[in-house]
């Protein structure tokens, strides 16, 4: 207790650049936050009120009506379990098969390794924006078109993840699990128990990115389902509640629940989260 | 092929536990392709095989069924680069790629600087300019167009203006850019900032006693350390800009915005694919697109390549 009041106590004094630098921090922030606390306003509002003209921040009379609406038609929390369920398997898949490739990569010798590792970092270029028509046919054809799997496979093979993956198992010394291989531990033992506790953070980051980029995934799941049974958040909010004239207090409140899940685990997990997203970024290097 | 040249090298009496333990370190790295082959599957599925197909299906007029499609040859390509309609959308892109990525650039910088050297609540700022990326692409979209829609919108309110940011051509683009820059930019924030946090203070103590003000320090110290990662910045922005499809769908209610301006390349291929069902003509289209984008791509890693070797 003493410890903490001592560190407090000694920490540096407001110089007036400090205070301009708060005060500008502060303001920036100010706008940032404000289409987000304009969404959280406006989905207390009554549908009558969120559509009037002049428009006004706080609402006059607060209503959680918009958000009661929300749940009574049903379609939205199927949305959310429909996210869950394709954001948790696909990060599931990418981390288990990426830290393979990742390590097979890094620490096997067989011909032809170089030309397969371009070949798969050629990978990076495509995407379903990119390659959306022959992808959505590929799919098709495997009559996986308004399926789980036909949502969650397309997005289980990033080169990036293994990309990354594999510059961080090049790092760890090989001794290591040279050691291990003369103590007569077998490759999938020192895969498990050496080289997977030692990548833990490089994991989490991989984890954090894809979960992130799945939940929030439009494109794909918009190309591959018109299912409102199979919908996931972002691309239910996006397509049905757009459709049919929209009622803006409801549209922000939807959007809200699916925003905000990412926002509050951030909350809590911002440092792995940061890191997370800087590392991955960071190995495009 | 190591393991026969070994024994026979090493006279059987002097084969001691380690001639034993070399043999065993290197065929514990021998034969491990088994590691790549689950993601190779997934791979080939769902890349490489989408890749050749729509290689193949360019070549074809093919329609959304996949039945009866018959060979015609470079037709779709020859029809894709007279389609001014193709021309306006990628132009669109080009366009929008044009705006964003300057403005995100220097934005991410300036605020990584401001997260940097802000002493006090750090978290906090973090979170403010990351937020926004957290939300789905959809949400931040209706969440501006929410905002900038005459009338009940509450931008214009603010500013008092009366700009007709959705429905006038000269300013949809503008308003999907603005949206763009406040959904996006948290991602490139986070890059400078790790970055900026990356610089040794060693450097800048050097400096301060070598008699370097903070401008100086500014330009000789921070800006260069930053040069890989501003590279890495704008390839990354470049890359994801081109691709522009989701926030403008969403913001233009799944049209094309007013006056087709701000139809990009990759809406109008959807559309030829899934509206007209012309799977043979959408893939050619998407065949031109990966082209251009590997050309990007690959102009970044030779600048690279090059700047490297200019160092050396």
Avoid at chain 1, 198 to 208: K, W
Avoid at chain 2, 165 to 176: G, H, R, V
Avoid at chain 2, 215 to 232: A, E, S, Y
Avoid at chain 2, 279 to 292: C, K
Wanted: hydrophobic content about 55%; aromatic content about 12%; some cysteine.
């Amino acid at each position: 207790m003493s410890a903490t009041q001592v560190r407090l106590k000694t920490r540096k004094p407001w110089t007036p650049s400090q205070i301009v630098l708060t005060l500008i921090g502060a303001a920036v922030s100010i706008v940032f936050v404000a289409p987000i606390a304009a969404a959280l306003f406006t989905s207390l509002k009554s549908e009558a009120e969120a559509a009037e003209i002049p428009p006004h921040w706080v609402p006059k009379v607060w209503t959680t009506q918009a958000w009661k609406a929300l749940w009574e038609t049903g379609n939205v929390s199927n949305w959310f379990v429909n996210s869950l369920v394709v954001s948790v398997c696909v990060t599931t898949i990418v981390l288990v098969v990426s830290a393979l490739a990742g390590y097979g990569f890094a620490r096997t010798e067989f011909r032809g390794k170089s030309l397969l590792m371009g070949v798969v970092m050629s990978g990076l270029m495509i995407s379903p924006a990119v390659l959306g028509v022959p992808l959505f046919t590929t799919v098709q054809q495997m009559g996986m078109v308004d399926t789980y799997w036909g949502m969650i496979l397309p997005q289980c093979a990033p080169a990036a993840m293994v990309y990354i993956l594999y510059k961080f198992f090049q790092g760890i010394p090989r001794e290591l699990e040279e050691a291990a291989f003369i103590d007569g531990a077998g490759r999938w033992r020192v895969f498990f128990t050496i080289v997977v506790p030692l990548a833990r953070p490089s994991l989490a980051a991989v984890g954090i990115f894809t979960f992130i980029a799945s939940w929030n995934n439009f494109l794909w799941p918009y190309m591959v389902t018109n299912n409102p049974d199979l919908m996931t958040m972002p691309n239910g909010i996006a397509t049905v509640m757009n459709s049919y004239g929209i009622q803006w207090a409801q549209l922000m409140a939807g959007g809200l629940m699916a925003g905000l899940p990412l926002i509050v685990v951030f909350v809590f997990f911002q440092r792995q989260i940061v890191a997370g997203v800087a590392h991955t970024g960071l190995a495009g290097q | 092929m190591t393991t026969s040249a070994q024994s026979v090298a090493v006279p059987a009496r002097a084969r001691t536990a380690t001639a034993t333990a070399t043999v065993r370190r290197k065929q514990g790295f021998q034969h491990g392709g088994w590691f790549i082959a689950p993601f190779l599957v997934l791979f080939a599925l769902f890349v490489v095989w989408p890749l050749l197909r729509g290689v193949w299906l360019s070549f074809t007029d093919a329609n959304i069924s996949g039945e009866g499609a018959s060979f015609v040859g470079l037709d779709n390509y020859r029809e894709a680069l007279n389609d001014q309609a193709m021309w306006d959308a990628l132009g669109h892109s080009a366009y929008f790629t044009l705006l964003v990525v300057p403005c995100i650039t220097l934005l991410a910088f300036l605020l990584a600087m401001l997260a940097h050297h802000i002493e006090r609540g750090k978290w906090l700022w973090r979170l403010c300019f990351f937020a926004p990326f957290l939300l789905p692409s959809t949400v931040a979209a209706n969440m501006w167009q929410w905002l900038f829609t005459q009338g009940i919108g509450l931008f214009n309110e603010t500013f008092g203006l009366d700009t007709p940011w959705l429905t006038d051509k000269s300013y949809a683009m503008l308003a999907i850019v603005i949206t763009t820059l406040w959904w996006t930019v948290g991602f490139s924030f986070l890059l400078y900032l790790a970055a900026l946090q990356g610089i040794p203070d060693h450097l800048y103590e050097a400096a301060k006693l070598d008699g370097a003000n903070a401008w100086h320090r500014m330009v000789h110290i921070t800006l260069p350390m930053l040069r890989n990662i501003t590279g890495l910045v704008i390839a990354l922005q470049i890359l994801a800009s081109l691709q522009l499809f989701d926030q403008a769908v969403v913001m233009m209610d799944f049209g094309p915005g007013p006056e087709l301006s701000t139809r990009s390349f990759v809406q109008y291929t959807l559309e030829q694919g899934f509206t007209s069902y012309r799977v043979g003509y959408a893939s050619a289209m998407s065949i031109i697109f990966f082209v251009i984008i590997a050309a990007v791509a690959l102009g970044r890693m030779a600048l690279l390549r090059t700047r490297e070797e200019g160092t050396r």
